[in-house]
């Protein structure tokens, strides 16, 4: 990777991730119901020197309860992660990144 001097890289102290579908059908566990148990554990686990990763945020579920979820997701761990990326389709979550300059 091409980088000037003096380069610097962040260090993390672990990688947490909720990626792909969480749904299993041995645990009657829906997509949603998948997602917020990944959600719990990764908020459980998160220290101010953690990488966060999230695709699809708030997804498996109404779009509004969802966007919510999502939302109140990312205050918490913006206060807690040292880094969270998210993706998502929900406009409500992209416009707390045009309104916030911490996210």
Known sequence: ???????RL?????VLADIGDS??????LSTFS???RKLIGIM?????ASLVLLD???SGTDPTEGSALAT???EKLNRRAALTLVTTHHAEL??????????
């Open 72 to 74: 109140a997701t990312i």
């Open 23 to 28: 749904q299993s059908l041995e645990q009657s």
């Open 34 to 36: 998948g997602h917020v």
């Open 94 to 103: 992209k416009d707390i990144a045009a309104r916030d300059p911490e996210v």
């Open 1 to 7: 990777i091409p980088a000037s001097q003096p380069a």
């Open 56 to 58: 699809e945020l708030g």
């Open 10 to 14: 962040a260090w993390f102290d672990q």
């Open 44 to 48: 459980r686990a998160s220290t101010c």
